[in-house]
C-alpha cells in the first residue's frame, strides 16, 4: 500500500480525498438511499479507474502519451464522481434552502432577478444565453490546452490542481447547502416560456441528461469556474483573459436570465473562488515537489 501511494501525485491525493468524503458521506446516508448496491460499485469503480490511471502513467516514460492520459483521467474523475451525487446527496441532507436563497435574494435585491428578467426574454436571447451558459463546460480547457503546447507543465499541473479544489470544495458544499434553484423553486412563478430557436432545447436535454443530480445550485460553480479561469488567464496569458472576460461577463447573466442560479450563488460562487484560488496555489506550491510528478519534467523550464 505504501509504494501504491508512493505513486500519487498532488492531484492524486486530491482525488482520492474528494473520494474518501462522499464515500463517508454515503455511509451516513446509506440507511435512507434506496442505492444499496449501485453507489458502492461506483466508487469502487471510481477507485479503480484512479488507480488504473496512476498505475499506466507511472509506467510511462515521460512523453506526450503520459501528458495526454495525466490530463484526460482527473477531467473524467472530476465528472465521474459529480455524477454519483443523485444517489446520496438527497438522502444524506432531507434539507432544503431554496425558500432562504430566494428569501436573501428580495434582501439584497428588492425582486426577484429571475422573475425581473421575464421582460427581456425573447428566443433569440434565450438562444445566446443558453450557448453562453453551456460555453463554461469547455471554457476551462483553452488555458489548459495552451499550457500544454506551451510545454508549461508546472504551470499546467497547477491551474489542474487550483480546477479541481475548486470544484471538489463545491461539491462537498452541495451535502450541506442543497438548492435546486430558481427554475425548480419558482416554477410557478415563471410566467414567460424560455423557448429559443435553434439551441435552448438540445442544451437543456443535454445538460438535464449529465445533471441526475439537481440539488447542486449552490454555490455557483458556474461562477467560481468561470472567475477561477480568469485568474489563471490573467497570470499566464492576458490575452485569453481579455477574451474571455466579456464572455464571463455574458455567462453570469445567463444564469439568472436561464433560470438556474440564485444571485447568492453567484456570490457565494464567487466568495469561493477567490478563496480556493489562493490557498489551492499555496497547497500545491508546498506539496508538489514532494509527490510524484503528475505531468513530468517541464521542458519549457529546462530549454530555458
Request: aromatic fraction near 24%; charge should be positive.
Amino acid at each position: 500500500m505504501n509504494s501504491f501511494f508512493r505513486k500519487f501525485s498532488v492531484i492524486d491525493f486530491l482525488n482520492f480525498s474528494c473520494l474518501a468524503v462522499v464515500v463517508v458521506f454515503y455511509g451516513m446516508a446509506f440507511p435512507r438511499t434506496p442505492y444499496k448496491i449501485a453507489a458502492p460499485l461506483a466508487y469502487l469503480g471510481l477507485f479503480l479507474f484512479m488507480a488504473l490511471m496512476i498505475s499506466l502513467r507511472s509506467k510511462n516514460k515521460f512523453g506526450r502519451r503520459r501528458e495526454l492520459l495525466s490530463i484526460v483521467y482527473p477531467s473524467f474523475f472530476v465528472f465521474g464522481i459529480f455524477e454519483t451525487f443523485f444517489m446520496t446527496l438527497a438522502y444524506f441532507n432531507v434539507n432544503r434552502y431554496d425558500d432562504l436563497m430566494a428569501r436573501i435574494d428580495r434582501l439584497l435585491l428588492g425582486v426577484d432577478p429571475t422573475i425581473w428578467f421575464q421582460s427581456w426574454i425573447s428566443p433569440p436571447a434565450t438562444d445566446f444565453f443558453y450557448v453562453l451558459y453551456f460555453f463554461y463546460f469547455p471554457m476551462p480547457f483553452f488555458i489548459v490546452v495552451w499550457l500544454y503546447r506551451k510545454k508549461m507543465l508546472r504551470e499546467l499541473g497547477e491551474a489542474f490542481f487550483i480546477f479541481i479544489f475548486t470544484y471538489f470544495g463545491a461539491y462537498i458544499m452541495y451535502f450541506f447547502v442543497p438548492v435546486q434553484g430558481p427554475r425548480f423553486f419558482m416554477a410557478d412563478l415563471h410566467t414567460v416560456p424560455l423557448d429559443g430557436i435553434f439551441f435552448t432545447e438540445p442544451i437543456r436535454t443535454l445538460i438535464d441528461f449529465f445533471e441526475p443530480n439537481k440539488l447542486d445550485a449552490f454555490p455557483s460553480l458556474h461562477t467560481a469556474i468561470v472567475l477561477t479561469t480568469l485568474f489563471i488567464c490573467f497570470k499566464h496569458n492576458k490575452k485569453m483573459f481579455r477574451v474571455f472576460l466579456p464572455v464571463s461577463v455574458g455567462i453570469l447573466i445567463s444564469l439568472i436570465y436561464c433560470r438556474y442560479h440564485y444571485f447568492i450563488d453567484m456570490v457565494a460562487g464567487a466568495a469561493w473562488s477567490t478563496f480556493a484560488y489562493f490557498v489551492s496555489s499555496r497547497l500545491y506550491a508546498r506539496f508538489n515537489p514532494r509527490c510524484f510528478p503528475h505531468f513530468g519534467i517541464d521542458k519549457g523550464k529546462e530549454e530555458k
